[in-house]
């Protein structure tokens, strides 16, 4: 008899590879997200460096200034979608634990089962092999005696 938990068993390692590449999909939105606020951060900078340098002209200068304005909200902008992905990213996180902890209680059981399938079939084994060893000395005993 195999183990009865063996479909809940596949049904839960599937739910936690779902899981676990959702995981890995929201945490490579979340290091792309990164990587434009670093970038539009640079160019902001880069805009700061030339207002501060004040060899602009001033039409110029009330440009760069709201190109400033707006690569400030566009950050703003990722900063909070980054926070959103961040707690989707600890939610997804928890259930990933939890279906991981579900396997592993599960993986635990069958181990279990195995073992005592093992146990049991040495000990049926151990009983042939003593049955055996009893008729022939038994037989032994007849002809001898």
């Known amino acids: ?85 961040r707690s989707q990213e600890e939610k997804i996180l928890a259930q990933y634990l939890e279906k991981r902890a579900e396997r592993k209680s599960l993986e635990k059981l069958k181990e279990r089962y195995v073992q005592r399938e093992l146990l049991q079939m040495d000990r049926k084994e151990r009983i042939l092999i003593d049955e055996i060893a009893l008729q022939r000395f038994v037989r032994r005993g007849e002809r001898m005696g």
Do not use: T
């Open 1 to 85: 008899m195999g183990f009865r938990l063996e479909k809940l068993l596949s049904l839960k390692i599937k739910e936690e590879e779902v899981i676990k590449h959702a995981l890995v999909s929201i945490r490579l939105k979340i290091s792309e997200l990164e990587d434009e606020i670093e970038r539009s951060e640079a160019y902001r900078n880069e805009i700061e460096q030339e207002l501060r340098i004040g060899s602009v002209p001033g039409a110029q200068l009330s440009f760069l200034l709201y190109i400033k304005k707006l690569q400030e909200r566009y950050i703003e902008f990722l900063k909070n979608k980054l926070s959103g992905l």
